[in-house]
């Protein structure tokens, strides 16, 4: 490396695309052809595993730490939402972990149950809508601010997560390494953002549509039409802002496509969600100075940007943790400001297991599961 | 043996007329696969879950699919190998050969198939029984049937 990098051992730590592996488990010097063996430090090793069936994992009695009170966990594939709830129901399996193993209409089924318990973790990422400032109507701040305002994000945390995706307010949660710097949320206010619409000239027409020098406020939000949940928070964002005067037309498209039109910067407001727990905030922001999501495309509008993309240069290479954090605050003030990003919910790790297990907790990587704290009563 | 004849030349006409047909399929279905919007190596790089996926990572991949090759070299390279039985690389997994997916799961595709082969034949053949002999022949297909079942 020719320049510090402080995110280093945060990627170092990181157990998934890329892990650390011991030199004597590769083959021919890579992993590029597997490897031939799995030697780690952890408190369990692996023992036996069938592909896309199941894995199973014995104490380790080498561990150097306290050793955990289960012995084996036997870890299944079981790729249908609603065979993992029958397997649990029927003692098959003792827990269901992850941010989308279950959909929170099943889990909150659960949330009052003596013979299951439920867990969620702390927001690992947030559901947010991206707005294309190079768009000659989103280009104007107002517009941008207006939409923040005329957005009830806990009504969608209520009526479409059953509350268990907490309300967004900014970009990044609070917990969020370095993203504790004192935001001001936009108050859902259908009055202030009506208001900020007429100050900005568009103005409600007997149509009971706002329009601006004969132009008519129309906006489009792409969304992902694999998925169930951005639909339905599309349609229901389209009626309130209907309420206001303004048009949304919504259209999903299928993942891959969806995903190059965002890169390509085809989008007036999209769906996205951030990298989500270890990669925020460092990893998300170092991104959006390249093409690489639809981050750089839809920041081509604002006045700031090469400020914005300079302090995160800056950020990643700096030392001094003072500074990093100044650094930071000033990059989230900004984009904050800018308001380009419409925040929803915070997406959180989510279990659901027999009430007889304990010590079920979220480690700090949504990809961590801390089977080495539980034991059975 | 003269009997015979007629029926082995057809056959033997029939399976050679199938290789250029399936070479006809093949090459349709590469063409079409070729007119997906999306750049595959990427695709490829976003099922893998790599967190940057810079032009370079996209250029690195290409060269790896083999993509960067001419459209009828490809094509020619992939039918070439399967006619050794390299069907490629799974790109959601590169670990996974496409021949080993295909037998992982060729044994329960053939439980599954064979037992609603077995289960139809039962259904058609049992109403249409009229004749002791069909009677019999309907009795063992449903011992089979249940066996498989």
């Known amino acids: 490396m020719s320049e510090p990098y402080y995110p280093m051992l945060t990627e170092l730590a990181c157990i998934r695309p890329f892990a650390m592996i011991s030199p004597n488990c590769m083959i021919n010097g890579s992993t590029k052809d597997g490897v031939n063996g799995h030697i780690g430090t952890g408190p369990y090793v692996l023992t036996d595993f069938v592909t896309d069936e199941y894995a199973v994992f014995e104490r380790n009695e080498n561990y150097w730490g306290e050793a955990p009170a289960i012995r084996k966990i036997t870890v299944k594939v079981i790729p249908d939402n609603q065979t993992r709830i029958m397997a649990l129901e029927s003692g098959e399996i003792d827990l269901i972990f992850g941010k989308n193993m279950i959909d929170a209409d099943a889990i909150s089924q659960y949330v009052d149950s003596d013979k299951f318990t439920v867990g969620l973790s702390d927001p690992t990422s947030t559901r947010h809508i991206v707005m294309n400032t190079t768009h000659e109507i989103l280009g104007d701040p107002a517009v941008r601010r207006a939409l923040q305002h005329a957005t009830d994000r806990q009504t969608i945390s209520d009526g479409i997560f059953y509350g268990l995706e907490q309300p967004a307010d900014t970009l990044y949660a609070t917990t969020v390494p370095y993203c504790n710097v004192g935001l001001k949320p936009y108050e859902y206010s259908t009055e202030t953002a009506a208001q900020l619409l007429d100050e900005a000239g568009w103005v409600l027409g007997s149509d009971k549509m706002r329009a601006k020098n004969g132009k008519q406020l129309a906006l489009d939000l792409l969304y992902n039409s694999d998925s169930v949940t951005e639909k339905t928070i599309s349609e229901y964002l389209q009626s309130e802002y209907l309420k206001l005067g303004i048009s949304m037309t919504i259209h999903g498209e299928e993942e891959q496509s969806y995903r190059d039109n965002m890169k390509a910067g085809n989008f007036d407001m999209v769906f996205n969600i951030c990298w989500g727990t270890p990669y925020d905030p460092q990893s998300s922001l170092a991104a959006m100075r390249a093409p690489v999501y639809g981050d750089y495309a839809a920041q081509q509008g604002l006045e700031d940007k090469a400020e914005i993309d300079e302090a995160i240069t800056k950020i990643l290479t700096s030392t001094d943790d003072a500074e990093r954090q100044e650094l930071y605050k000033s990059v989230l003030t900004n984009l904050h400001e800018d308001a380009m990003y419409l925040p929803l919910t915070y997406e959180c790790n989510k279990a659901l297991y027999t009430s007889a297990l304990h010590g079920v907790h979220f480690g700090t990587d949504q990809y961590d599961v801390p089977f080495a704290d539980m034991y059975f009563e | ?149």
């Open chain 2, 1 to 149: 043996m003269k009997k015979g004849l007629p029926m082995k030349r057809y056959v033997v006409r029939r399976l050679l007329m199938a290789i250029p047909l399936l070479l006809a399929i093949s090459f349709v279905c590469f063409c079409f696969i070729n007119l997906i919007p999306s750049n595959p190596a990427e695709v490829a790089l976003r099922v893998q879950q790599t967190p940057v996926i810079t032009d370079e990572i996209i250029a690195a991949m290409e060269e790896q699919l083999g993509l960067n090759k001419p459209f009828f070299v490809r094509y020619f390279d992939w039918v070439l190998g399967c006619l050794h039985g390299d069907f490629g690389i799974s790109y959601v997994n590169p670990k996974r050969t496409v021949a080993g997916e295909l037998l992982r799961c060729l044994p329960a595709t053939l439980q599954l198939a064979g037992t609603s082969f077995l289960s139809s034949w039962r259904c058609s053949v049992s109403p249409s029984a009229s004749s002791v002999q069909s009677i019999r022949t309907a009795g063992l297909i449903k011992l089979c049937a249940d066996w498989s079942l």
